[in-house]
């Protein structure tokens, strides 16, 4: 999915949480966000899966312009906050079933499907555990499940690496992350791991205070020097929180 932002601005009050961020990701990107506390990374994936509204600006998925009442584009894109919202009294499998019908996909085929992301991520044993049982950790694999069983086209992944994922969910979830980029879709994640960032990322933003203050391709970063005053934590020092 292509996605293309044109002066994106969400404001609450006088406070702006975006301020005017233009960008253009063409398909198949894994691309990271980063940014102080506050600097906007939320706010910039909320509005992305609309969740919340811009206050001014354009977004357009596949050159459509993409409005929070359109459905069919939503369905096209999961959003997964570091702390996923779920029912508390259904199963994994409720969970999973759930998900599969408001995306509109449960459709032949997908039992196996279902199978295979609870069997990748260890969680074939929790299946009909309700999910207010679970552990914050094994709660975002159920989450992440579901979006391995709908495939969406667009990613949204809210600090996917500070969730609670241990070793082998982490593991699941950036080899589908580099497959679904491969086949085409678009995965967008927010970090404050600049090591992760660096490596697992074909396009970093800077966001800062709101704007879009820096991009760097893999190969950009592939050619900054590890340290000194030209590696990329050197050039991210002068994004620093303001003084009171």
């Known amino acids: 999915m292509q996605l293309e932002l044109h002066q994106l ?15 253009t990701l063409p398909p198949g990107r894994i691309v990271a966000v980063i940014g102080l506390n506050g600097a906007g990374k939320t706010t910039l ?9 811009p206050t001014r600006g354009e977004m357009r998925f596949d050159g459509e312009v993409f409005r929070r009442s ?6 096209r894109l999961m959003f997964l906050p570091d702390f996923p919202v779920l029912y508390a009294h259904l199963s994994t499998l409720q969970h999973l079933a759930l998900m599969l019908r408001i995306y509109e996909r449960d459709t032949a085929g997908v039992d196996e499907a279902i199978l295979a992301a609870l069997g990748e991520l260890d969680l074939l044993p929790l299946a009909e555990a309700p999910l207010g049982t679970l552990s914050r950790g094994q709660a975002y694999k159920a989450a992440f499940a579901a979006l391995l069983a709908v495939r969406p086209e667009l990613w949204l992944l809210d600090e996917p690496f500070a969730s609670g994922l241990d070793p082998q969910g982490l593991a699941v979830l950036k080899q589908h ?7 085409g879709a678009t995965v967008i994640y927010s ?3 600049l090591e992760i960032a660096e490596k ?6 800077v966001i800062d205070r709101g704007k879009l203050a820096a991009t760097y391709t893999r190969e950009e970063l592939a050619a900054l020097p590890p340290t000194g ?4 934590e050197m050039r991210l020092r002068q994004f620093r929180e303001p003084s009171p």
């Not at 992350?177 to 086949?183: L, M, W």
């Not at 697992?200 to 933003?205: I, P, T, V």
């Open 45 to 53: 994936l909320r509005c992305l899966a609309g969740i919340v509204a």
């Open 191 to 193: 970090t404050q791991i």
């Open 229 to 232: 005053p030209d590696s990329l």
């Open 9 to 23: 601005t969400k404001a609450y009050g006088r406070a702006r949480a975006l301020d005017g961020v233009s960008l």
């Open 177 to 183: 992350a580099r497959a679904a980029a491969a086949a």
């Open 200 to 205: 697992f990322s074909d396009l970093l933003c």
């Open 70 to 75: 359109r459905l069919d584009l939503r369905r």
